[in-house]
């Protein structure tokens, strides 16, 4: 029997990188990444810009597929799934994005609704083409990401933290058990960046959902996660409960790679 053969197969709620190498031509984005996500809880994903956060983030819900190694999301094999295991996985995978990636000239309501075609059969044009418990599911979204009152305006029309909670709810409609976030305050000023944040967290909190979130910032970092995984060169330097860190400790994880290591790994 092979090694891989002994190989516990994750439960089903949990996200596991195991070995997992990334190379794009001379560049190691991901250098043999070992890490399990904490379920149920925001884990943060820090590190300098190109340490592979966002590729890290793209291998969970298969957008990229690992060199070599393992990737397991809620008990899919991400690494050898077929496109149509891949759909599958993704609606139980919801993703948020720095730029909200809006329809701008939607109205803020068919936007939602968007987040529900991955389960929906054919094209659908224009609100009313939605299943009424849709639309009436999508009203709720709002509702909890207190944007009811924007439901028939045009999204482009929202301020950026406004749009980020549309995009929130849009995420929220597919009742994903997963929501991958992408630097989902990088556009905005800090409060609506705690504001965003906290709306993660308490959504989180409410219905069990694992966060996996990339961030540049520290403190709120600190202040909101469960778990902090610090990448660096596409390795791991950090990954520890959030409580009881210091910036101290998480300074590490912004230590300067010389450009010439990352090329001398990809040989
Ligand atoms: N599709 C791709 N083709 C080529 N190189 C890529 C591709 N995607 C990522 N990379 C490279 O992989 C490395 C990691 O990129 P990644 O986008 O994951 O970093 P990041 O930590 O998200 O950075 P940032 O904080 O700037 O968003 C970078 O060197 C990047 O240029
Ligand atoms: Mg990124």
Wanted: glycine share 8%; net charge positive.
């Amino acid at each position: 029997m092979t090694a891989a053969a002994h190989k516990t197969i994750p439960e089903l709620g949990s996200i596991r990188f195991e070995n997992v190498t990334k190379k794009f031509g001379s560049i190691t984005a991901l250098d043999n990444v070992s890490v399990e996500f904490a379920a149920n809880k925001i884990n943060v994903l820090l590190g300098l810009s190109g340490s592979g956060k966002s590729t890290m983030l793209r291998h969970i819900n298969g957008l990229n597929k690992p060199s070599t190694g393992d990737v397991w999301t809620l008990g899919t094999p991400v690494h050898s799934a077929s496109p149509t295991t891949l759909r599958a996985l993704r609606n139980n995978v919801g993703m948020i994005f720095q730029q909200f990636h809006l329809v701008e000239s939607m109205s803020v309501l068919e936007n939602v609704c968007t987040g529900k075609l991955g389960s929906l059969r054919g094209p659908r044009f224009g609100l009313w083409s939605y299943p009424r418990y849709v639309r009436e599911n999508a009203m709720e979204q709002l509702a909890r990401v207190g944007l009811a009152d924007k439901a028939f305006q045009r999204a482009g029309t929202l301020s950026g933290g406004q749009q980020q909670r549309a995009a929130i709810a849009r995420a929220l409609i597919q009742r994903p058990t997963v929501l991958l976030a992408d630097e989902p305050v990088a556009s905005l000023d800090p409060l609506s960046s705690a504001g965003v944040i906290e709306l993660l967290a308490q959504i989180s909190r409410e219905e069990n959902l694992t966060v996996i979130c990339s961030l540049h910032q520290v403190h709120i970092a600190l202040e909101f996660a469960d778990r902090i995984v610090g990448l660096n060169a596409g390795r791991v330097v950090l990954d520890r409960p959030a409580a009881g860190l210091t910036h101290n400790d998480v300074d590490g994880i912004y230590a300067p790679v010389p450009v010439d290591e990352r090329v001398k790994i990809a040989v």
